[in-house]
Nanobody, 128 residues
Framework: QVQLVESGGGLVQAGGSLRLSCAASGRASSRYGMGWFRQTPRRDREFVARISRSGVITYYADSVKGRFTISRDNAKNAVYLQMNSLKPEDTAVYYC?????????????????????WGQGTQVTVSS
């Protein structure tokens, strides 16, 4: 079992930056692939970014590529999402998620069903 707690959300102007954090606790959290997803009332939960257990391999949604960076610190059991050049369309609740499977297809990394553990979410609002 893994518990995830996000923090760092808030209100920012377009073009600004925020850094989200996800604190993981529980068994072997450093062995999990970790992802960030986001959701708005009008849209289903969508993939944002994923990082491998080692932190070497990352994946991004096209909409955030070049602006967002996912990273992790396994010594601190933490995952981060640095968000730069924020746009109003980035406004959403952002969720941290953990995938306990040791392997999977790249396609599966982009689907919420591949993640067994979720945080409660943190609100990000970007004003124009």
């Amino acid at each position: 079992q893994v518990q995830l707690v996000e923090s760092g959300g808030g209100l920012v102007q377009a073009g600004g930056s925020l850094r989200l954090s996800c604190a993981a606790s529980g068994r072997a959290s450093s062995r999990y692939g970790m992802g960030w997803f986001r959701q708005t009332p009008r849209r289903d939960r969508e993939f944002v970014a994923r990082i491998s257990r080692s932190g070497v391999i990352t994946y991004y949604a096209d909409s955030v590529k070049g602006r967002f960076t996912i990273s992790r610190d396994n010594a601190k059991n933490a995952v981060y999402l640095q968000m730069n050049s924020l746009k109003p369309e980035d406004t959403a609740v952002y969720y941290c998620a953990a995938d306990p499977r040791p392997s999977g297809t790249v396609a599966s990394f982009y689907t919420s069903a591949s993640y067994d553990y979720w945080g409660q979410g943190t609100q990000v609002t970007v004003s124009s």
